[in-house]
């Protein structure tokens, strides 16, 4: 007796234990985005991507970071139009930084690809050579390995040519209309041609009306107060809190702004009556408080975070209030 009430257990037990195996085959699989790092005497690069696969309407964003000591030279990959399969939209080189390390310093470059496939597939980004040299006799190559990306396609799997969804023994044949005689139809179509002018210009009236530029210096301030309340920061906020920042220097100093180092920024701003010394070297502090954050690693409390944006927010607030390019006027050294 004890045998045969044990074979309906056995059976529960066997039926739970293939649902498990089935749940684990169909569980979808993690989009793990590639990081690798490669070493080559005295410089470190890394490669990141932002996604490991991609449909044909979509982009890839492709980081290369490079850490070399300060006087050794380091020489990026040349810039291409087309990296193997993928089209290069666009290649964004960030000012050159130089972080404190230990007892010295080091240097840190980062470049942004964004990339586009065009056909769906298997792609291959190309290894990326990174060029160092420490002396006339010490030089290297630091290298990339290749990384697979899979390109997925917008139709449905069951748009094959030979589903039956696609039957042509299942299409209608063609609808015609009844015939009309009179003026009716005539003005009907005139009705219905006004209507549809109307709508069109309506339309085009209000996109004119969302696409009228608004000042740049409003636009930055409602970003950076987005940022501000949001709950929590990412690499991404910190990054868009320097942008902001420097987008409203250059717009009311020099369009060079944008690509100055943090210390030729407070050395100019230090010469502007409107902001002073002290003003100079609190924006230094910001930046270097962001730079650090966002390239050595430091760590940044919420509370800090926050104490930035609003402090971000108020320097966009009061350049703003200048005329643009109105810090061209300088006080002399």
Same mark, same amino acid.
């Given at each position: ?6 074979i309906?257990?056995?059976c ?11 749940a ?25 991507l932002?996604r490991?696969?991609?449909n044909?309407?979509?982009s ?11 006087g ?15 089209s ?6 960030e ?5 404190p390390?230990?007892?010295g310093q ?18 291959k ?9 420490k ?5 290297g ?8 990306v !899979?390109? &997925?396609? @917008? ?7 030979? =589903?039956?969804?696609? #039957?042509?023994?299942?299409?209608r $044949?063609?609808y ?7 003026y009716?139809s ?5 009705a219905v ?18 696409r009228?530029?608004?000042d740049?210096l409003?636009?930055l301030v409602?970003?950076?107060e ?8 990412t ?10 920042l ?6 009311r ?15 100019t ?12 070297r609190?924006?230094g502090? !910001?930046? &270097?408080t @962001? ?7 430091? =760590?940044?409390?919420? #509370?800090?975070?926050?104490?930035l $944006?609003?402090t971000?927010?108020?320097m966009?607030?009061?350049l703003?209030?200048m ?8 006080v002399?050294?």
């Amino acid at each position: 007796m004890r045998r045969i009430s044990s074979i309906p257990l056995f059976c529960l037990l066997a039926a739970c234990l293939l649902r498990c195996g089935v749940a684990l085959a169909d569980a979808p699989k993690s989009d793990v985005a590639p990081e690798q790092s490669v070493s080559a005497g005295p410089i470190q690069a890394t490669l990141k991507l932002d996604r490991a696969s991609l449909n044909v309407a979509q982009s890839l964003t492709a980081i290369l970071t490079v850490r070399a000591p300060v006087g050794v030279r380091v020489t990026l990959p040349e810039e291409e139009a087309k990296l193997d399969g993928f089209s290069v939209v666009s290649v964004v080189n960030e000012p050159l930084r130089t972080l404190p390390v230990g007892s010295g310093q080091e240097q840190l470059l980062v470049r942004r690809y964004k990339l586009a496939p065009f056909l769906p597939g298997d792609y291959k980004l190309p290894p990326m050579e990174i060029r160092w040299q420490k002396s006339e006799k010490e030089s290297g190559v630091a290298r990339t390995a290749e990384v697979k990306v !899979v390109v &997925d396609s @917008l139709l449905p799997k069951s748009a094959a040519p030979n =589903s039956k969804a696609l #039957d042509p023994g299942t299409i209608r $044949a063609e609808y015609t209309l009844p015939a009309q005689s009179g003026y009716r139809s005539l003005w009907v179509g005139f009705a219905v041609g006004f209507g549809t002018a109307a709508a069109l210009g309506a339309g085009l009236w209000i996109l004119n009306r969302r696409r009228m530029p608004k000042d740049d210096l409003e636009v930055l301030v409602a970003q950076v107060e987005a940022l501000r309340r949001q709950g929590t920061f990412t690499a991404e906020s910190l990054h868009h809190l320097a942008s902001a920042l420097r987008r409203g220097l250059a717009s009311r100093l020099d369009p060079s702004a944008g690509s100055q180092t943090s210390g030729e920024l407070v050395a100019t701003l230090a010469r502007t009556p409107d902001w002073g010394e002290a003003e100079a070297r609190r924006a230094g502090d !910001v930046f &270097d408080t @962001l730079d650090a954050a966002r390239f050595g690693g430091t =760590s940044l409390s919420e #509370d800090r975070y926050r104490n930035l $944006a609003e402090t971000v927010a108020s320097m966009l607030a009061r350049l703003r209030a200048m005329p643009p390019r109105a810090m061209r006027t300088e006080v002399a050294p």
